[in-house]
């Protein structure tokens, strides 16, 4: 059972572009929500998280916008550069103060930004 | 200030063996997980340590197992190796001092089986 979708599974953009990456889980009880951007041949590096009780959060040139009640979330990228293209991985996570906290991923997006 | 650490880079087993796989946390982090990242696929949980024991466990059967060092390192082993257990191989850390769900990942264990 696949926990986390995300589509779509690539894209290309041109420069300047704004591509959106969408995610939809299954789990209520995921209370935080990431996005990891990946290099080939590096590790995921965490790009940017938001937790249920808001809808929108912005850092930099990335917003991830949150619909509890649809369980979905996904990630904007604003004026798009080629350096952005990679593969973005979203996740989630549940909490309760114990140490249950693993990541469970979506299967990536490639991201193509043409100059 | 190094982030998270990985040894080797690389590795190449044939079916059958055993691998030991090294990760050194994030300076300040306590927390380890794991994660297995297939090709052209998202990482998938194997397990978490956190003061020397097994958290957490990924659906992963026995032949992988770890073990964390008071150091807060620590390492992956996986017995009889299957040519299904090529992959990525990720650590991730992360720090008692902020939301434990930040995690920070290392650049990762190439391990091929042939």
């Known amino acids: 059972q696949q926990q986390v979708k995300q589509s779509p599974q690539s894209l290309i953009v041109q420069k300047g572009g704004i591509p959106i990456i969408n995610c939809a889980y299954e789990n209520t009880a995921f209370d935080y929500f990431p996005w990891y951007q990946q290099f080939p041949g590096k590790g995921p590096a965490l790009l940017i998280a938001?937790?249920?009780?808001?809808s929108e959060k912005k850092e930099g040139r990335f917003t991830i916008s949150f619909n509890k009640s649809a369980k979905q979330f996904s990630l904007h990228i604003m004026d798009s550069q080629p350096g952005d293209s990679a593969t973005y991985f979203c996740?989630?996570?549940?909490?309760?103060?114990?140490?249950?906290?693993?990541?469970?991923f979506g299967k990536g997006t490639l991201l193509t930004v043409n100059p | 200030d190094a982030g998270v650490t990985q040894s080797p880079t690389h590795l190449i087993k044939t079916r059958g063996q055993q691998v030991t796989l090294r990760c050194s946390p994030k300076?300040?982090?306590?927390?380890v997980s794991w994660y297995q990242q297939a090709l052209g696929q998202g990482p998938q949980f194997i397990f978490q340590y956190y003061e020397e024991e097994e958290r957490q466990r990924g659906n992963f059967p026995d032949r992988f197992s770890g073990h964390q060092f008071p150091n807060y390192s620590s390492e992956l082993n996986v017995n009889a190796l299957l040519l299904g257990d090529s992959a990525l191989y990720l650590c991730a850390s992360s720090s008692p001092t902020s939301a434990r769900h930040e995690q920070f990942f290392g650049p990762g264990t190439r391990l091929t089986v042939l």
């Open positions: 938001i937790r249920p009780d808001v």
């Open positions: 996740a989630a996570s549940k909490g309760s103060g114990g140490s249950n906290y693993k990541l469970t």
């Open positions: 300076s300040g982090h306590d927390t």
